[in-house]
């Protein structure tokens, strides 16, 4: 079969290799579509992988060729996405059913094979049945999707269903008009105001730096003047406009606009840490006392909950994808084969042309 096969670092090939066969209690996956993550662009070209070589690749969908053993035939042919992260089972965090948090997990794409490769070997655990509805593209952006769900829902934020769930149980729901800053359009970025927007908060300001940033946040249904110019910048702006968010999100993940979050968040205030970081996080003395002073709330936030229940991260982006409450398609702004995926990464890494999420289907 062919596959992107990371050998070292900043050494990616298209090659042929062994299809894999379904281990005990594995399915054979055929991918049919998988996105680029901006988490992928460093593992090739500049930290590698857990090991090399590697097929990387973690957030993709397909259809179920071949059962291994112990698996129940009847999820041959099925349409599957894909939660990435195998947990362990054993530790306290699985035992708990807070696999994200697993201690001794293994992941398809960094730490096993992954998704750019025309076949992948992943637990039965990990599939998640797609309605017809729901196309493979739109499957294969169920990972970072979700991602933007769980940083919402660790705020204290609802979501459409959580009003009734127990996901948020014991917190206040945030009143609809208050006003929500997410600073950092890329993926994340933009699904995070793609979601915070179809549960019906009106006030959320988009902060980016990218013309094609702004350009598909207004296609998400953002105001425009709800869009921010400028990163560390943008964050200043919205202090003198005497914009104070009760929740603002860092969807960069750098010291400066961290800051410039618990500086111009409101009083009594939550600062969400969803961001990758990119270098150390200091605070000065003064930033330090705002977190006193204003009572601040900083949370961080890694990963999502797939706990194979309907009050999950996934099965909730999974029921307002089939009902047509989002639309993470308008955020695609490339799309290659398997065969010229590298461009998109290149793309990525060189930054030589705007883009949001690339995405690489398979025939």
Same mark, same amino acid.
């Given at each position: ?171 206040a729901a945030l009143p609809l008009d208050?006003? &929500?800053?997410?600073?950092? +359009?890329?993926? =994340? #970025?933009?699904?995070?105001?793609? !979601?915070?927007?179809? @549960? ?7 902060i980016g730096n990218k013309p094609l ?77 705002? &977190?006193?002073?204003?009572? +601040?709330?900083? =949370? #961080?936030?890694?990963?999502?909950? !797939?706990?194979?229940? @309907? ?53």
């Amino acid at each position: 079969m062919k596959a992107q096969v990371l050998r070292r670092i900043g050494d990616i090939r298209l090659e042929e290799i062994e299809k894999p066969r379904p281990s005990q209690g594995e399915v054979l996956v055929k991918v049919r579509a998988c996105g680029i993550c901006g988490s992928d662009v460093p593992r090739v070209y500049e930290t590698g992988a857990h090991r090399m070589p590697l097929v990387i690749g973690h957030e993709f969908s397909g259809e179920v060729a071949e059962v291994g053993e112990g698996v129940e035939p009847n999820w041959s042919g099925k349409r599957v996405g894909i939660f990435p992260l195998i947990p362990c089972m054993k530790c306290p965090q699985c035992l708990a059913k807070r696999y994200e948090m697993c201690e001794s997990y293994n992941y398809l794409g960094s730490r096993c094979d992954g998704g750019f490769a025309e076949y992948a070997a992943v637990p039965v655990w990990n599939l998640l049945e797609l309605p017809e509805d729901v196309s493979f593209e739109e499957a294969a952006m169920l990972e970072p999707m979700a991602v933007a769900v769980h940083a919402i829902r660790r705020s204290g934020i609802r979501l459409q269903n959580d009003m009734e769930d127990k996901v948020s149980a014991g917190s206040a729901a945030l009143p609809l008009d208050s006003p &929500i800053a997410v600073c950092g +359009l890329g993926t =994340i #970025g933009l699904f995070v105001v793609m !979601f915070l927007m179809d @549960a019906g908060y009106s006030n959320v300001y988009a902060i980016g730096n990218k013309p094609l940033q702004k350009e598909k946040a207004a296609a998400l249904g953002l105001p425009p003047k709800h869009y921010i110019e400028g990163g560390s910048d943008g964050c200043r702006s919205m202090l003198t406009q005497t914009i104070q968010p009760q929740v603002f999100f860092d969807c960069v993940g750098k010291n400066e606009i961290l800051v410039r979050g618990m500086e111009c968040a409101a009083p009594n205030g939550t600062v969400v840490a969803v961001g990758n970081p990119a270098s150390d996080m200091i605070f000065p003395k003064e930033v330090y006392w705002k &977190i006193l002073r204003k009572q +601040l709330m900083i =949370i #961080g936030t890694w990963n999502s909950s !797939f706990t194979k229940e @309907a009050a999950d991260d996934w099965h909730y982006v999974l029921q307002r994808l089939s009902s047509g409450g989002v639309h993470p398609d308008k955020v695609i702004s490339h799309r290659f084969d398997i065969e010229n995926m590298q461009n998109g990464l290149e793309i990525m890494r060189d930054k030589s042309e705007p883009y949001a999420k690339i995405m690489v289907g398979f025939s």
